[in-house]
């Protein structure tokens, strides 16, 4: 049921090799293993089997269609990545840490696992894969290279023609030359002099020369040469980085070295010498890995906020992969943006993503700090906090505050979404709206009115709470133009107000003030009526929906949910609950609420006017939920189960505090990733034309058709034709072949066999079945393996039946032929 | 990969009013020209015909002005007692005026003596005006009565006393001969028609009226009383279509610019309005040193000239509009290259390849971009940004503070740039928008430079000055402070109901929390 995002990627791979060119970006993202395409961005298949986070990719050397991936389950895989399809599986035992394939050794890799009997002690060991004919193969044949070594992958590179290979922890590094059996040991001295600090970070070997680059903690890079010898080693230092080099890489001749660390700034050495340089500086974030495709035309960064950079030879910014950007601390809460259904949060420093949440990609990044971010630590700089859509999506109200606890220095920003441009437009902008932190801010929803009725509130620790409207410039002169300007301040007894929230009509505002919620009328702004719950500050409130309009819900420190009654002014009800999170539905009267008591988070879904949840998931993750919300969905699923029925306008989502994004659904994931590896297509370096899909399409037929020799195609070829044709008459005159060449595939298409009638019902029917099998039940699981049996069993029917045939027709043949020869005998 | 982003300069609105078309018009005029008369000035009236001469009726003399002159180029001082409302007739050749003594005056501009003496009002006579048809002549006086005189003969007319109060102004229609129309203490503006025997209609302004005013296209009057302006559609029967209320005391004078598009209101609160005549807003406004009794503007509103009680006429002339088209010529590119390429129109099936737009980085950003906080430092530092464009400066300090550097970008000055550095702080401190990052500037050069005070006089001095500009700004927001608290206890006088509401409410709070317990 509940299923993590996509949020982390734990180590890119290089690209595969197509041709001259890097068409493939493989990497891992937690337990998966994605293949992207280079050109497109898309994703074109993802590789899962593991049982936990996958720690290394590496290509197969001696097959570059195939890939071998390591995970924390103990397990190495290869791969087929271009048809996605697991070939073997080698059972290992230990975590597996970091994985290295050599092209010299043929029947081992290199993993690092930890030392038995010891923690926080990793060792080298190599493994010897054993040929054998199954699929699940076991590798326990071990034997220990280097002790001793970090666990991160990235510290530890195998040299010029895998002669040797280097391991870097702490300050000291060791070389282990395979041939000579010899190992060297090299340590530099551990007092940081004037804020140096010689541990290593990363290595990287040269691949044609005997030197071993070492990126270290305080910014140096080094190059080691002569390391033969113990005493009489060199090496040289470039320094530019001012914070930790987080990773390096060759270039594929090794005449240039890229670095990349904190600052964002990919620096490229030319020669080694610290003179010459090249930067392709303000990359977003963090760099955490850099990786030279196999032919060395593209190079790509991966950063510590989850996305992937393609970066050309020449060090110019091709493209980026990117999911849903990991922020450092999501302090904008989770919005639904009313116009695309967009999730919104905070992306890159100082921006907003707009995150889709059906094609799993950033729709875009709206920038609302404007301001150079600097990527050193210890500075103090400006924060997205808040964000507030209006009814319609039309306006968007966003606050960023610096991080200083004391005077922090805060803005409200109003956007306005233009039509022509397609994207927000900075309206007003108010330099500190509130002498303290900004705690709470809301829309007041009213579509029907229209904008006129637009009146933002914000709540802020300076014990007030402020009613924002819109104020017209009416001069009939000069053109129109609309600005915000603050209407009224309200406060209760000088304390904190916390929260705020609108009633569905409009006309009822719920401010919280530390123990106390107050209702205000929203026309007159006078205060109606108060409730409080003590002891315990209120954490939440939200107004009930639809027919539970009249109740207001809060959550108190002290563990309470309690339900208000606005019309008695009295307490309906309250539980013990230590509610974290309290999620109203927009579409229905549905109310969620997260709790977490004693590690682990709990979903109660109920509805105001019913003390009792209607749905309870206990144990929902381990880590604590800090968000939620719910996105509507665009047509309403049908669930017939009475359990899951708030599920079918809209779908609840979440995130933890280490930033997964999750969901409650009812699909099973086989389901869910149907749609996504649907749009496999086949990549080729041609560009897609309508010619191309045409031919593609009927070459694959022909292939199909030759490789099986009559296995009967289940696409319908008729309903193929008409596309077909549409095609070959859309497409220019100039660029179609001869009419020749043209007119065998035309007709081909137009025939319709009598086989694929047959096979087109049986489909039907199988639907007809799955159709009925998920009325019945809701375990989807069994139903479609069931789908998937049934489907098998038709067409092994068809085959045998087939088969037969062919064979009456060789025992006839081979009954002539006997005949015949006995004749002439 | 994102673009370097420029620093943002917090452009601050400019507080108060707008820059509008309007205030930029308006205040194209130089500074005024004071001229003292005798005595308070009640009318001034502009020649229609140029030279555009005015005549301005203060005490017992009428003295014209010439257009740039300061001092009168002519004088007519036959009064014995004060003058009133010298008028000009629509050819500028005659001048019209009442006096104290309820006899009325009619000069040749260019003569000395009065050419007729018009006798019949038994009180002051405030009001004299010209008829379109340039013979007749009205009057209004303080018996109560207007009437009508001919000028060749130099007879009343008629006489019409259907005011019941002091009539004080009035004007004549452009459209119609017989048509003039005064304006009472009575509270009420008749317009009259010189073929009947009585007013045709009363118009109620519910003040006394102390100028009125007809559009040129009559259909539109416009009175002034009390602290009102109220303009009446009169050819709908005089009803009321926008009653303005601008002014905080009495509005004593209207008139209207060359153009009919705005209406200019002078009052005793020193203040000159200007309205638009579309949406009847105040588009701009005058402040004057004292109050206001008389207000001209020249056709094409070259000069407006304002009487106020004190004697003092004020005259503004409009600047001479600057046309540096040489320079503006030296600009501009050639016709040639300007045209270059922008001729060619592409086709429909053409791609259009758009140049990427270079961007031009103000100097303090291209060395903000490269890390040099510095010299960036330096480069805002220069007299004309920090003389200008101060927040500039103080953005750029604000910049190098979020990045950490404004420390290291502050040390190692020399005494020179020390001075000028304290001068702008010291200068700028007060301002509330630069106070939050300048106070941590004037910390900044305390610290890094206390080991070295005593060492320059010059820096000394600067710092003293520093220290006096903030002790000041301390004790004034005491002060405001102060004011703060008592206006606040004020306020609490006024809210005593509401504390009595907010009690009940807790009240039912606390039998809410009893609830909840019995709840469990």
């Known amino acids: 049921m509940v299923s993590p995002g996509p949020l982390r990627v734990v180590r890119c791979g290089g690209g595969g090799q197509r041709g001259a060119r890097a068409v493939y970006l493989l990497y891992a993202s937690g337990d998966f293993v994605k293949v ?23 290509l197969n050397p001696h097959n570059h269609m195939q890939l071998y991936s390591s995970s924390l389950d103990g397990t190495l895989k290869l791969w087929d990545f271009m048809d996605g399809i697991p070939i073997k599986t080698f059972t290992v035992g230990p975590k597996l840490l970091a994985l290295y394939v050599l092209a010299s050794a043929e029947d081992s890799v290199f993993v690092v696992v930890p030392k038995k009997g010891e923690q926080d002690t990793f060792q080298l060991v190599s493994v010897k894969l054993t040929k054998g004919a199954g699929q699940d193969l076991e590798g326990k044949e071990l034997s220990v290279v280097l002790d001793g070594v970090g666990a991160s992958p990235k510290q530890i590179a195998f040299g010029r023609e895998d002669s040797y290979v280097v391991s870097v922890k702490d300050v000291n590094l060791q070389v282990y030359f395979f041939k000579l059996k010899l190992l060297n040991r090299f340590s530099l001295s551990t007092a940081k002099t004037k804020g140096g600090d010689n541990s290593f970070s990363c290595v990287v070997c040269h691949p044609t020369e005997d030197c071993i680059a070492t990126g270290h903690a305080d910014g140096k890079i080094r ?9 009489a080693y060199t090496y040289s230092a470039l320094h530019w980085h001012h914070d930790t080099v987080m990773d390096l890489a060759y270039s594929l001749e090794g005449t240039r070295l890229l670095s990349g660390g904190v600052e964002s700034v990919l620096v490229q050495w030319h020669n080694e010498s610290s003179c010459q340089k090249d930067f392709l500086p303000r990359l977003g974030s963090p760099i955490e890995c850099i990786s030279m495709s196999s032919d060395g035309v593209l190079c790509c960064t991966l950063h510590t906020d989850n996305r992937i950079s393609i970066i050309n030879s020449n060090l110019r910014f091709s493209r980026s992969i990117q999911g849903l950007i990991k922020s450092r601390d999501v302090k904008t809460g989770l919005v639904v943006d009313p116009r695309t259904k967009a999730l919104v949060l905070n992306g890159e420093p100082g921006h907003l993503q707009f995150y889709s949440l059906q094609s799993d990609q950033q729709l875009f990044s709206l920038d609302i700090v404007q301001r150079q971010y600097i990527h050193q630590a210890g500075l103090k700089q400006s924060e997205l906090v808040k964000v507030a859509f209006s009814a319609q999506g039309t306006w968007l109200a966003t606050v960023e505050e610096s991080e200083e606890v004391a005077d922090p220095e805060l803005q409200l920003k109003l956007w306005f979404y233009s039509e022509e441009t397609q994207s927000f437009a900075l309206s007003t902008r108010i330099n500190t709206p509130h002498d303290n932190h900004i705690t709470d801010m809301c829309f007041r929803d009213m579509a029907e009115l229209g904008d006129d009725s637009l009146i933002l509130v914000t709540t802020g620790r300076d014990c007030v709470f402020k009613v924002w409207v819109m104020v017209e410039d009416s001069d009939p002169e000069a053109h129109q133009s609309v600005s915000w300007s603050c209407d ?16 569905e009509d409009g006309s009822l505002l719920a401010v919280s003030f530390e123990e106390t919620v107050t209702v205000w009328d929203s026309l007159t702004w006078e205060l109606k009526c108060t409730f409080c719950h003590p002891p315990g500050n209120i954490r939440n409130i939200c107004f009930g929906r639809l027919t539970c309009s009249k109740y207001l819900i809060g959550a108190t420190d002290y563990g309470f949910l309690c339900c208000w009654n606005l019309l008695t002014c009295a307490l309906e009800w309250s539980a013990h609950l230590n509610v974290v999170v309290l999620q109203p539905d927009p579409l229905s009267e549905h109310i969620a609420a997260v709790s977490w008591l004693s590690k682990e988070s709990s979903l109660f879904v109920f509805k105001p006017s019913e003390p009792w949840p209607i749905y309870i998931q206990r144990n929902l993750c381990k880590e604590k939920i800090l968000l939620a919300a719910f996105v509507p969905r665009d047509e309403p699923e049908m669930i017939s189960s009475e359990k899951y029925c708030w599920l079918r306008k809209s779908q609840l989502f979440f995130l933890t505090d280490t930033q997964e994004l999750m969901t409650l659904s009812t699909k099973s994931l086989e389901e869910r990733l149907t749609p996504s590896s649907k749009q496999l297509a086949v990549e080729e370096s ?11 399409k009927h070459r694959r037929q022909q292939a199909q058709e030759d490789t099986d020799l009559g296995k009967p195609v289940v696409h319908n070829k008729q309903e193929q034709a008409s596309p077909a044709v549409k095609e070959l008459l859309h497409t220019p005159a ?49 139903t479609a393996m069931e789908q998937e049996d049934a489907s098998h069993m038709e067409l092994l029917g068809e085959m045998t039946c087939k088969l037969s045939k062919s064979q009456e027709k060789e025992l006839r043949k ?5 005949y015949s020869w006995i004749s002439a005998f | 990969m994102a673009a370097y982003k420029p620093v943002v300069v917090q452009a601050c609105p400019k507080l108060g009013e707008k820059i509008t078309q309007d205030t930029l018009y308006w205040r194209g005029y130089k500074t005024p020209v004071q001229i003292k008369e005798f005595g308070a000035v009640n009318k001034i009236d502009f020649s229609p015909v140029p030279p555009y001469n005015y005549a301005v009726t203060a005490s017992s003399r009428i003295h014209i002005y010439g257009r740039y002159s300061q001092e009168p180029i002519k004088t007519f001082s036959r009064f014995r007692d004060a003058a009133y409302c010298a008028t000009y007739r629509d050819d500028g050749r005659l001048l019209a005026a009442g006096s104290e003594d309820g006899s009325i005056c009619l000069f040749d501009v260019s003569g000395k003596a009065p050419l007729r003496q018009f006798e019949g009002h038994t009180k002051p006579v405030h009001l004299v005006g010209f008829l379109s048809d340039k013979y007749r002549i009205f009057s209004g006086g303080d018996d109560y009565s207007s009437k009508l005189w001919d000028i060749p003969s130099a007879t009343e007319m008629i006489s019409y006393s259907e005011h019941t109060d002091y009539v004080r102004c009035g004007c004549a229609s452009k459209v119609n001969a017989d048509v003039f129309i005064t304006g009472s203490y009575d509270h009420t503006v008749k317009v009259f028609d010189a073929r009947t025997k009585s007013s045709v209609m009363t118009i109620e302004h519910g003040h006394p009226v102390e100028s009125v005013l007809l559009f040129p296209s009559g259909g539109l009057l416009v009175s002034a009383g009390g602290r009102y302006v109220k303009v009446w559609d009169v050819l709908k029967g005089g009803q009321l279509l926008v009653s303005l209320k601008n002014h905080h005391k009495t509005v004593t004078c209207l008139c209207l610019n060359s153009s009919g598009q705005r209406l200019l209101s002078g009052s005793l609160d020193r203040h000159v309005k200007i309205y638009s005549t579309t949406s009847y807003k105040v588009v701009h406004s005058f402040n004057y040193a004292t109050s206001i009794l008389s207000l001209a503007l020249s056709p094409e509103d070259e000069t407006i000239v304002v009487g106020m009680t004190n004697g003092v006429l004020n005259v503004k002339h409009r600047k001479p509009v600057e046309k540096n088209e040489n320079s503006q010529k030296k600009i501009q590119p050639a016709y040639r290259t300007y045209v270059k390429g922008r001729s060619y129109m592409p086709k429909q099936e053409d791609f259009c390849v758009s140049k990427p737009v270079k961007r031009v980085l103000r100097k303090y950003d291209k060395l903000l971009r490269s890390f040099q906080s510095s010299k960036a430092l330096d480069a805002v530092l220069e007299p004309p940004i920090m003389l200008h464009t101060p927040e500039v400066t103080v953005a750029v300090m604000q910049e190098l503070h979020r990045r950490g550097t404004l420390r290291s970008a502050l040390a190692g000055r020399d005494e020179k740039q020390v001075n000028l550095l304290l001068t702008f702080v010291a200068r700028r401190v007060i301002e509330p928008r630069f106070t939050s990052v300048l106070v941590i500037v004037a910390d900044m050069i305390t610290d890094i430079y206390q080991p070295v005070v005593g060492q320059s006089a010059i820096v000394d001095k600067q710092f003293l000055k520093l220290q006096q500009a903030i002790g000041k700004e301390i004790d004034y927001q005491e002060e405001l402070l102060e004011v703060l608290g008592m206006m606040d206890t004020l306020f609490a006088t006024f809210t005593k109901k509401r504390d009595t509401c907010l009690e009940e409410n807790k009240s039912n709070g606390v039998t809410e929390i009893i609830e909840t317990n019995r709840n469990y």
Not at chain 1, 223 to 231: E, G, T, V
Not at chain 1, 686 to 695: A, G, Q, W
Request: charge should be negative.
């Open chain 1, 36 to 58: 992207h395409s280079v050109n497109t961005e898309e994703t074109l298949l993802l590789l899962c089997g593991h049982a936990d986070l996958v720690t290394g990719i590496q």
């Open chain 1, 223 to 231: 190059l080691w040469r002569n390391f033969h010898h113990k005493k």
């Open chain 1, 488 to 503: 009224f301040v309200g406060g209760y007894h000088n304390y904190q107000a916390t929260n705020c929230c609108f009633s």
């Open chain 1, 686 to 696: 041609l560009p897609m034309t309508p010619f191309s899909v045409l031919l593609g």
């Open chain 1, 734 to 782: 100039h660029v179609l072949p001869s009419a020749s060449f043209l007119c065998t595939i035309f007709i081909n298409s137009l025939l319709i066999s009598k086989e694929n009638k047959s096979a087109e019902e049986v489909a039907d029917e199988v639907e007809m079945e799955s159709e009925k099998a998920e009325d019945d039940s809701d375990e989807e699981d069994v």
């Open chain 1, 814 to 818: 081979i009954r002539k032929m006997d």
